[in-house]
């Protein structure tokens, strides 16, 4: 049987619920209910789909991530877009980091199995947005304010069983 996992920096649980509003905006106002599936995260990997019965290895690959890193700060300010017409998307921008993009490049060599963008974000709004609704909040979201920053300092693996659960942690600043 396959099950689904990918890796994620979380933030704290307060940024978690400030997020959280404007997911319900999204999903009141703008009819995306969808927005409410996930809590708040940055994907270093993105959902992959594995036979449960490897999922030992997924766990040797994950422990063999560099993390050998200081912790460091996440900025995140104001709001983004993917404007694909089939899947629009509005998220929480991060600002550039280059310890970010540095724990990015250690996740690729240990999960190297699949070709993807980097593209760092905490998604608010995205499935079943439709264009019409997407256009609508982003007149709304793009002049929004919003400021945060957090210590990361782990990553998680997470699995999807009925929604995402971490399977393992990974704390920065080990081997």
Not at 16 to 44: C, M, P
Not at 87 to 112: D, G, M, R
Request: hydrophobic share 40%; charged share 25%; glycine share 2%.
């Amino acid at each position: 049987m396959k099950k689904m996992y990918f890796i994620a920096i979380y933030p704290p649980d307060n940024i978690i619920e400030e997020i959280k509003v404007f997911k319900r905006d999204l999903a009141t106002v703008y009819d995306n209910s969808k927005a409410l599936s996930n809590e708040a995260h940055i994907t270093l990997f993105p959902p992959f789909s594995r036979e449960a019965e490897l999922e030992n290895d997924i766990h040797t690959a994950f422990r063999k991530i560099n993390t050998e890193m200081s912790p460091f700060e996440m900025e995140m300010n104001g709001f983004g877009n993917f404007p694909n017409p089939k899947n629009p998307v509005i998220f929480v921008k991060p600002e550039p980091n280059e310890h970010l993009t540095a724990l990015y490049h250690q996740v690729k060599k240990q999960f190297s199995f699949m070709a993807y963008s980097f593209t760092p974000h905490m998604t608010v709004g995205y499935r079943n947005l439709t264009w019409e609704n997407y256009l609508r909040a982003w007149e709304v979201y793009q002049n929004k304010e919003y400021k945060t920053k957090f210590l990361v300092d782990k990553i998680l693996l997470l699995r999807h069983d009925g929604h995402w659960v971490p399977i393992a942690e990974k704390k920065l600043g080990e081997l």
